[in-house]
């Protein structure tokens, strides 16, 4: 769906699959920040356009107590054509390694500083690399409202992303580990040093599958 931006005409692309049903959700411009709203109830007969700017006293949040729009970002896909990468940490130091290993391997830094920050971020962006520790803001792996969304996604949306997982107690390129744990790699903290080199082949093998995966579909007459 395409829709504008009524304070500074900004045109944001955002698939139809990522917009609440039944709700209406306030989000921020990536170009000018304005508060703005997407309407995801059915629209009656010449009703006005899906994106506004917002009202106080006319729309409701998804959470009443809680305004989301400072979270709810859709950001500008146009920026510099990079695919994206959303990556969440403990610490400065996990931040600024992944942040250089991320750009190394040509994706756009996007941080996440909170599980529903995260969240946010997933409901209205496409991410194509997802990079999480398992002790994410000290909430068990088990128990993460961030892994508990991914596990939910839409395979369509799901089979797009790369979900790296890390910690202590996991053993880097374990493929039955990541399997476990819906992860496509799972990565040692001791390892971070070595993430870009871990990551580079697990890209490509991905890349390589989903191309197959796409033709395959082509040639069924699927898509």
Same mark, same amino acid.
């Given at each position: 769906?395409?829709? @504008?931006?009524?304070?500074?005409? !900004? ?5 139809? +699959?990522?917009?609440? *049903?039944?709700?209406?959700?306030? &989000? ?10 997407? +309407? ?7 009703? !006005? ?6 009202? $106080?006293?006319?729309?409701? @949040? %998804? ?9 709810? &970002? ?8 990079? =695919? ?7 610490? $400065? ?5 992944? *942040?250089?290993? &991320? ?17 946010? /971020? /997933?409901?209205?962006?496409? #991410? ?9 803001? +000290? ?7 961030? %892994?508990? #969304?991914?596990?939910? @996604? ?13 910690? $202590?107690? @996991? *053993? ?6 990541? #399997?476990?744990?819906?992860? =496509?790699? &799972? ?6 040093? *070595? ?9 490509? +093998? ?12 082509? $040639?069924?007459?699927?898509?």
């Amino acid at each position: 769906m395409e829709v @504008l931006c009524k304070n500074c005409s !900004a045109k944001l692309n955002i698939p139809e +699959d990522k917009i609440p *049903k039944g709700q209406k959700v306030r &989000v921020s411009c990536p170009r000018c920040h304005e508060k703005v709203i997407i +309407d995801g109830t059915p629209l009656e007969p010449e009703t !006005a356009p899906l994106l506004e700017k917002s009202r $106080e006293d006319q729309v409701p @949040l %998804l959470n009443p107590d809680h305004d989301d729009s400072e979270e709810n &970002v859709i950001l500008d896909s146009s920026k510099d054509g990079k =695919n994206l990468a959303l990556v969440m940490s403990n610490n $400065e130091y996990e931040t600024n390694v992944l *942040k250089t290993s &991320v750009e190394e391997l040509d994706y756009r830094f996007v941080p996440a500083e909170t599980p529903r920050k995260a969240i946010s /971020m /997933m409901r209205f962006n496409t #991410f194509d690399l997802v990079i999480m520790p398992d002790t994410f803001n +000290d909430i068990p792996l088990e128990r993460n409202p961030v %892994l508990d #969304f991914l596990n939910h @996604l839409p395979m369509s949306v799901r089979r797009h992303m790369i979900f790296v997982l890390f910690g $202590e107690s @996991l *053993k880097s390129n374990d493929r039955m580990m990541g #399997f476990t744990m819906s992860a =496509n790699v &799972v990565v040692n903290s001791q390892d971070l040093g *070595k993430i870009t080199d871990i990551l580079m082949p697990a890209i490509s +093998d991905h890349q390589m599958l989903y191309r197959i995966f796409s033709n395959t579909l082509e $040639e069924l007459g699927k898509i």
